[in-house]
């Protein structure tokens, strides 16, 4: 329900608004990840994220996880945990959208990052 296409297309229409604009990908494969970065310049994300269920692969996820409550857009998967803690982590303060949740309102990249991204809900 979530295809990286879908993505894709939701970042190229934020791109012809904001050009600069840089995304951190949190993706579940590296395919995915690689073709996001492959079409957007200015990307970033963790390489080497280990494996499913591994002490490096916990970690790389948690790190993940704070980066993008850390964020001033969520664009997340449908029915994805991972965003939900990600919402949780920020309180809420980070407008976000799925593929199943369009955004409410405008786009909007004025809430500024946090200045902590381990409180992310701190602005």
Known sequence: SSPVE??????RQIRADHPDVPFFLSCDTPEAQEQLAGEFDGCVFL???GGYNT???????LIDLYLLASSQHLIGASFSSFVEMAVFLCDGVVPF??????????FSLSL???ED??????R
């Open 55 to 61: 002490v490096k692969g916990v970690r790389s996820g």
């Open 97 to 106: 959208e799925r593929p199943d949740q369009p955004l409410e309102g405008e």
């Open 112 to 114: 500024g990052l946090a």
């Open 6 to 11: 879908w993505f894709a297309n939701r970042m």
């Open 117 to 122: 991204p381990l409180r992310p809900a701190r």
């Open 47 to 49: 390489t080497d994220k």
